[in-house]
């Protein structure tokens, strides 16, 4: 195993609504090492973007009642606001999902990557640290230079033109471009892209979802990209952390998730990516629990076709289930994957094997090697 950049372990984010408390992450793990690529894969609403703004500090409204976040070994929720707002920018960055809510439209392109340049890595409000470094962090003229050579690697033809414009002013596919470049001119170790190409026609998302993946391979740069779509975490990333409901049921190298997919849930998502033949998935029917009368056993019990009474009672603790492999189903065994922590631990419960593993068994879609199931 390399040196982990990043380190969750057992989050719990919570917020407070109308309707009570809605445990919305609960007690998730999973880990990058530097230069690798990590994917959270999981439907809409399951809880990918709370998890990346609580590793940027970005959540004011929510609370973190149990958990660790570790970047680069430091507590980051230990760190004041000062603190954090520090290591943002400079050490990780963000790709956020909308390219026209993420720019600023009053401010040109120049103007919000000179804003970057300028604020990189320096805490609020400390002016007499501001005078300080505005001794040593380069001239305008370097800040504009940087700042237009970005965008060259970004692979935006024009670029003097595009730092003079007006995001209004530029294509989806170019707006997305400059959310790159500003997300890599402070050369983070961490990336985090929340959904980047989404906005985008899939040929336009294909070339940017090619671009970054070179950008950050030149770099070095540990990502961890975030995405509804298994098959573009396949195309992207190393390892894959399936997350439904606030959970990951199942963590994976990525070949080695889709050459034996074993939650019913990663099982369904597979499922749901568009075939050639059809160019559409089936989906999973039902829908994400409720965040503030969650079940207490498996968060998917109610969508599962494989549901047996124990798993609406029993919290189906991750095991380790490959070497490299672990799964959170009571249909699989195997040791503990994680350090048992106190408020979610639970012993085994045998409801039989995964039907698809049984020769004849009830299988829930052949999946094939190329991630869409056979139609
Ligand atoms: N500030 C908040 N207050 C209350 N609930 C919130 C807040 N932010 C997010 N949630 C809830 O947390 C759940 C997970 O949302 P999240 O945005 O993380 O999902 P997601 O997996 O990123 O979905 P998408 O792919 O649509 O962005 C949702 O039910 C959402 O309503």
């Not at 890599?184 to 985090?192: A, G, Y």
């Not at 070179?214 to 298994?230: A, C, K, P």
């Not at 629990?289 to 494989?306: A, I, K």
Request: hydrophobic content about 35%.
């Amino acid at each position: 195993m390399g040196e982990p950049i990043l380190e969750v372990k057992n989050l719990h984010v919570h917020f407070e609504t109308h309707d009570g408390t809605a445990e919305v992450i609960n007690g998730i793990d999973f880990t990058i090492e530097r230069g690798e690529t990590a994917a959270l894969v999981g439907e809409t609403g399951c809880g990918k973007s709370v998890t990346v703004k609580s590793i940027m500090g970005l959540l004011p409204s929510a609370t973190i009642p149990e958990g660790e976040i570790r970047y680069k070994g430091e507590d980051v929720l230990s760190l004041s606001d000062a603190e954090r707002h520090s290591r943002r920018g400079k050490e990780m960055s963000m790709i956020m999902q909308d390219p026209m809510t993420s720019l600023n439209p009053v401010l040109t392109v120049g103007e919000q990557m000179m804003d970057v340049l300028k604020w990189q890595g320096r805490p609020r409000l400390s002016l007499s640290k501001l005078v300080r470094d505005a001794l040593s962090t380069g001239s305008k003229a370097e800040h504009r230079e940087r700042a237009i050579e970005m965008l060259g690697e970004v692979e935006i033809s024009a670029p003097e033109r595009v730092f003079e414009s007006y995001p209004v002013e530029l294509s989806g596919g170019m707006r997305q471009r400059v959310l790159i470049a500003i997300a890599l001119l402070s050369e983070p170790d961490l990336l985090i892209a929340d959904e980047p190409g989404t906005a985008l026609d899939v040929t336009t998302e294909a070339k940017v979802l090619d671009l970054l993946d070179e950008l950050v391979e030149e770099r070095d740069t540990s990502v961890l990209y975030i995405t509804h779509d298994l098959g573009v975490a396949r195309e992207v990333s190393d390892r894959i952390n399936v997350m439904y409901a606030g959970e990951i049921v199942e963590q994976a190298p990525t070949a080695d998730l889709f050459a034996n997919p074993q939650h019913p849930y990663t099982r369904g998502l597979l499922e749901s990516i568009p075939t050639l033949s059809t160019g559409i998935g089936d989906g999973i029917e039902g829908h994400l629990p409720d965040y503030t009368d969650p079940p207490v056993g498996c968060r998917f019990v109610e969508r599962c076709p494989h549901a047996e009474p124990a798993c609406y009672d029993a919290y189906p603790y991750p095991r380790q289930t490959g070497s490299d492999h672990a799964t959170a189903c009571h249909l699989f065994d195997g040791p503990p994957a994680r350090e048992r922590h106190e408020s979610l631990a639970a012993d085994p419960v045998d409801i039989g094997t995964a039907p698809w593993l049984v020769a004849g068994g009830d299988a829930p879609g052949d999946v094939s090697a190329d991630g869409g199931t056979d139609q």
